[in-house]
């Protein structure tokens, strides 16, 4: 059986309920119902009026009246939900498109919204922070179990932020299926902040971006030609006075390129090292004897287990063979693979 807490006093007005789920101070609330792990609250609309939401006029022509649910924040850590009785009405004006609407309570519905608008603030933050199963696991400890697939929705469905004035660009490309299809990734460089993705890596994509969005003063790109003329292309109207300039990273790769193959083209210049010469020279110039180091030990002196028992199962197979034993008895007697032994 529903029950409602009122302080009897203040009246009617001071519903414990009111002061917990502000958007139901307009509603008339006539029903609360504890279903255990949720809590289910009935409550309906009592202003006589409400507006059109193509033109703005407002009627008071009711058509008819329906149920419908909305989801709201969690209380003592179980969900609500409210189930609402909100009416339909006749559009006054003739010129409107919408002849019947649905009315919607501020700050608590929207049109075919399964949640209020705190609760969908609440998720978007969460989906914005964690994503998918850590969202989902962090929405269930506050009282409101969602699915990954619905932060996703909730995320993909946030409108692009704007770009506004970009500076500095950084080009470069990524694999969307390596070998086979790239992209384009642009990236404000005062923010290092990615602002935009393009569908292909070709002149004319990364041309037709700065038509769009002049100003442009510097343009930081890899070494790809295509992103030179592109630049080249959309230089006219998009960057007119842009500086074309290699970044960090592809710098260090040509380099790193550049030093290995003028390696491997003088590989033959190399001179091997003596091997009578087994002294060593320190940096005052005195010579001093090698250091024997162990083949089990690492070069920070710590024992290698695998090193080591191989050595000692080389070590064992050898004693065994200098006895004239076959290989079929030392394998039996060490308890080895045959391969491993005659190996």
Same mark, same amino acid.
């Given at each position: ?17 009111? *002061?917990?789920?502000?958007? =139901? ?27 059109? &939401? ?39 004006? &003739? ?56 932060? =996703? ?24 299926? #390596? ?6 990734? *642009? ?5 290092? #902040? ?41 230089? &006219?109207?998009?960057? &007119? ?9 592809? *710098? ?92």
């Amino acid at each position: 059986m529903g029950f409602i807490v009122l302080h009897a006093p203040a009246g009617e007005n001071a519903c414990c309920l009111r *002061l917990f789920c502000p958007a =139901l101070r307009e509603m008339d609330v006539f029903d609360v119902e504890d279903l255990g792990g949720t809590m289910l609250i009935a409550a309906r609309t009592v202003a006589s009026e409400a507006p059109c &939401p193509e033109c703005g006029l407002l009627s008071t022509r009711v058509h008819s009246r329906y149920r419908r649910t909305v989801w709201d924040l969690a209380t003592g850590g179980r969900p609500v939900k409210i189930e609402l009785e909100v009416r339909r009405f006749f559009c006054g004006d &003739p010129s409107c498109g919408r002849e019947i609407f649905a009315e919607q309570i501020d700050g608590l519905t929207q049109r075919h919204a399964r949640r209020s608008n705190a609760l969908r603030a609440l998720l978007t933050s969460i989906a914005i922070a964690l994503a998918g199963r850590a969202g989902a696991r962090m929405a269930c400890l506050v009282g409101v179990p969602v699915s990954r697939s619905t932060l =996703l929705r909730i995320l993909r469905a946030l409108p692009d932020p704007e770009i506004g004035q970009v500076t500095v660009l950084g080009v470069d490309d990524f694999a969307k299926k #390596r070998g086979n299809s790239y992209g384009t990734v *642009l990236v404000d460089m005062d923010t290092h #902040r990615p602002i935009d993705l393009l569908d292909g890596r070709t002149a004319t994509d990364l041309a037709t971006w700065l038509k769009d969005h002049p100003g442009v003063q510097v343009i930081c790109r890899d070494r790809a030609g295509s992103y030179a003329d592109g630049a080249r292309e959309g230089a &006219p109207e998009g960057a &007119p006075e842009a500086t074309q300039v290699a970044d960090r990273f592809h *710098l260090w790769q040509n380099l790193a390129t550049a030093l290995e193959k003028t390696i491997r083209a003088h590989r033959s210049c190399l001179q091997e090292v003596p091997e009578h010469d087994t002294t060593i020279r320190d940096d005052i110039g005195s010579e001093s004897e090698p250091v024997e180091r162990p083949k089990t030990l690492d070069s920070y002196g710590n024992e290698r287990p695998m090193v080591a028992r191989t050595h000692e199962r080389y070590a064992q197979v050898q004693a065994l063979r200098a006895k004239s034993l076959s290989l079929n008895a030392i394998s039996r007697e060490l308890g080895l693979a045959f391969r491993t032994v005659r190996k």
